[in-house]
């Protein structure tokens, strides 16, 4: 009989599995069932048809929040089925159903005025349960956390999102309450995944890092985390990190935090937190929405307290498609306060005002933050140093083998600081492409020393002065306020528009030259005193330290190279020999290690042999005859050699037999 056919299915869901589906959300758009529903249709349908009308819909479930059922449709000849259709039906608005076609395999066909439609059991519909090798248990870190799952079906190791109360991961409900579940799982040393696609928070989400000796990791590569889905909404961040040990605590991978939000403070807030890092995540900038003054994509506000420390930045993209200046985000990166040890490294940092800022927050900057292999693009300074005119100092900043592209103000811009440090930042490897803005540029900061051997860069900033009063362009020399109290020479000094130019300074004297200036400057400067190194593309040049050593790099020509200086006396230098090969030439003597045995001349060479002799002649003359020649090596098989007529401009070899070949000889003295 038909009505033995219909399923009842009273409570049946609680009795397979406790409610729970495979593939169920626990949001809106689930399969929804009801008893012994079953009617006819009152019109024909084509086999393109997406609305039916019925009898009556009393008996079938009551649909809302996008929820759906699955009915077929049944052509009866004397009670036996000859024709069927599954349909899903997503909303019913009186006798008119809407519906899907040709559901689980089936095919669209034409239906009559008549025939059957009922909720039966269908494949998909039974699927749907679980059974119970399905369910994946309540792990340790859940029991220690406290966290009771409330979908098994998803996975335990890591732990899927998906198994906690409040995720819906449809961009438009919250799912605050899951990410704070997950959260105390990873404090309990678990890990955790998030699927991909949207995901909005209306609340502060806490991710615990573990504490000492432990780790956890959360991957959630192609998720985009947004917060208030851009309404005023509430001034949080994305994600903030609190806890941690002396390890590696808590990695995070791969989340995309798109700020539409005007109040959002950070991204991925790591203030609270040891020890824990962030791996190939991105800020998305938004191209309408400015974000609040503060805001960064990554934000490691180191209070002073016990956290804030050796926390790294590793592949942080910041990027906006649209390319609007207006909207750019202020920071990419924000290190404030005792932030130490903090890396932020291999990132891309563009459509931000500033890539990476260290700011003075509590009379404090972080020390020891390395900043190396990233990429900026297109902001206004790379590098910003904040000390907000305070006694904070910057120490031990290492900045190294970065990228800077269109930068429109300076690689590394200090701001506001009045005192230097023990341990200056360092700068090293760093370049520019299609960037006219200064490598070091100093707004309101004094007494600051830069190390740095990078090409065409000034180091050792220092020094500050004073002329008597604005200079303008053109202008080629000044008056300083005070006599020039240090070594009298020429000094690179860096102007109030980031001009460097060569300033030629007199022990006692308040007059001053230099080359013509190409902008107006207000009457600050800074002179570089420092005995930095730095690299110079063009010779001669003489690098002069307060010290009183000198290293003069020579006009080319086959006499002269790189030459040592000790005051005015020589005391070596590396020569061309004439034709090809260099020597290094030391009058005085040159020493193994620091203070070691004196070795006054090296040479070595090669000479071609034909025969039994060959004359070797050095190139340039020694102080006497006494010298020894070893290392007779024939680059082919010959010999015994041996030497003869030792000049101070050569000597000869000797062989004991013909040979025509190369000999390679060295000569100490």
Not at 122 to 131: E, K, R, S, V, Y
Request: glycine fraction near 12%.
């Amino acid at each position: 009989m038909k009505s033995m056919r219909i399923w009842k299915v009273v409570a049946l869901a609680l009795v397979i599995c406790g409610s729970t589906f495979v593939g169920q959300k626990t949001f809106a758009g689930i399969q929804v069932w009801s008893n012994n529903a079953s009617t006819v249709i009152t019109a024909p349908l084509t086999t393109g048809s997406t609305s039916m009308t019925v009898g009556s819909a009393a008996l079938f479930p009551t649909l809302s929040n996008g929820n759906w059922f699955v009915g077929t449709l049944e052509h009866l000849v004397s009670g036996v089925v000859t024709a069927d259709e599954i349909v899903r039906v997503t909303a019913v608005s009186g006798s008119t159903m809407t519906i899907v076609r040709a559901q689980e395999g089936t095919a669209a066909l034409t239906w009559s005025s008549g025939d059957t439609f009922a909720l039966l059991p269908t494949a998909g519909g039974l699927g749907q349960f679980l059974q119970q090798g399905n369910l994946f248990p309540i792990t340790p870190q859940e029991t220690a956390a406290g966290v009771t799952p409330i979908n098994l079906q998803y996975n335990n190791n890591p732990h899927d999102i998906r198994r906690y109360a409040g995720w819906y991961g449809d961009g438009v409900h919250s799912d605050s309450a899951a990410w704070n579940s997950l959260g105390l799982v990873l404090k309990a040393g678990g890990d955790g995944v998030v699927p991909p696609g949207i995901s909005y928070v209306a609340t502060q989400v806490t991710l615990y890092a573990p504490n000492i000796n432990a780790a956890a990791a959360l991957y959630g590569y192609g998720v985009e985390l947004r917060t208030n889905n851009g309404s005023t909404g509430n001034s949080i961040s994305g994600l903030a990190v609190v806890g941690g040990g002396n390890n590696n605590s808590l990695t995070i991978y791969g989340i995309d935090c798109d700020q539409l939000d005007a109040l959002e403070t950070a991204c991925f807030d790591l203030s609270g937190s040891n020890n824990s890092t962030l791996i190939d995540d991105q800020l998305l900038v938004s191209p309408s929405v400015a974000a609040n003054g503060g805001f960064a994509g990554v934000l490691i506000d180191g209070n002073g307290g016990a956290y804030g420390y050796w926390n790294k930045v590793v592949r942080f993209k910041t990027r906006q498609n649209s390319g609007n200046p207006s909207t750019y985000a202020p920071f990419g990166v924000l290190i404030g306060g005792q932030a130490n040890a903090t890396t932020v490294s291999d990132s891309t940092l563009s459509s931000v005002n500033y890539g990476v800022g260290l700011y003075n927050i509590g009379n404090n900057l972080s020390n020891a933050v390395y900043i190396h292999h990233n990429a900026f693009e297109g902001v206004v300074s790379a590098i910003i140093v904040n000390g907000q005119s305070s006694s904070a100092s910057i120490s031990g900043l290492r900045i190294e083998d970065n990228r800077s592209e269109s930068v429109s103000q300076a690689f590394l811009l200090l701001s506001g600081i009045t005192q230097g440090s023990a341990v200056p930042p360092y700068l090293h490897g760093n370049y520019f492409v299609s960037s006219t803005a200064a490598y070091v540029y100093y707004n309101g900061a004094s007494a600051v020393t830069v190390n740095t051997d990078d090409p065409t860069v000034t180091p050792g900033w220092g020094t500050p002065i004073t002329f008597t009063g604005a200079l303008s362009a053109g202008a080629t020399s000044g008056t300083l306020t005070a006599a020039w109290t240090g070594l009298s020479n020429t000094y690179q000094t860096g102007f109030s528009d980031a001009e460097i130019q060569p300033v030629a300074y007199t022990n006692g004297s308040t007059a001053v030259s230099f080359p013509a200036l190409a902008n107006n400057v207000t009457a600050s400067a800074y002179a570089s005193t420092g005995a930095s190194r730095y690299i110079l593309n063009n010779g001669p040049s003489t690098i002069s330290s307060i010290s009183g050593d000198a290293l003069q790099l020579s006009s080319a020509s086959t006499n002269y190279g790189l030459e040592l200086f000790l005051g005015s006396t020589r005391t070596g230098g590396l020569r061309n020999r004439t034709g090809s090969g260099a020597y290094l030439d030391t009058p005085a003597g040159l020493a193994y290690g620091s203070q070691g045995s004196l070795i006054t001349t090296i040479l070595k060479g090669t000479q071609a042999m034909s025969g039994t002799t060959a004359a070797v002649s050095f190139g340039v003359t020694l102080s006497g005859n006494t010298y020894q020649v070893g290392s007779l090596i024939p680059n082919l098989e010959g010999g015994p050699f041996w030497v003869t007529n030792k000049t101070t401009t050569g000597f000869t070899i000797n062989s004991g037999g013909s040979f025509t070949g190369n000999v390679d000889w060295t000569v100490e003295q």
